[in-house]
Every structure is written in C-alpha cells, then in structure tokens.
C-alpha cells in the first residue's frame, strides 16, 4: 500500500523534489501532527462534546459540572460541590 501511494505521488511532474519527500514523509509517519491523525483526533473530540451535550440533556446537569463529577469521582480533586 506504501508502494502505490509514492507512486502515484511520483508520477506528478509538476511536484518538485521537496514536495515529493515530504508527501512520502507524511505516507510513512504514523504518530505526530500528520493530517489523518488530526481529522482522527478533530473526530473524537466532536464525539466527546457531543456525548456530553446529549448527557446534558438527558440528566440536567450541565457540562462543567458533569466535568467536576468526573474529577472528582476520579480522586483527582475534590472540587465537587
């Protein structure tokens, strides 16, 4: 699968050099900043708030104090009032 996407990357003529090792750099590289792992992260976090919206919505009680809760269910802080 490596394969094939260098090479369809290599056959663009009009890609110099630079841009042609970087797109091979962005194929190989599997944890960092590259853009499938942000769009996968940007995903899970519009997960996140969205299940906290609908929990809202469900229990009454709103987001940051669902967040306390969570803190302080955890043993992080007792910050819970």
């Given at each position: 699968m490596l394969r094939q996407k260098l090479f369809?990357?290599?056959?663009?003529?009009n890609r110099s050099l630079l841009q042609?090792?970087?797109?091979?750099y962005c194929v190989r590289r599997v944890f960092g900043w590259t853009?499938?792992?942000e769009i996968t992260n940007g995903r899970w976090v519009m997960f996140?708030?969205?299940?906290g919206l609908l929990t809202e919505y469900a229990t009454g009680v709103d987001f940051i104090q669902q967040l306390k809760l969570?803190?302080?269910y955890?043993?992080?802080a007792d910050i819970y009032d």
């Open positions: 369809a990357c290599m056959h663009l003529r042609l090792h970087y797109l091979s853009p499938k792992n996140g708030f969205a299940v969570m803190v302080s955890l043993g992080i």
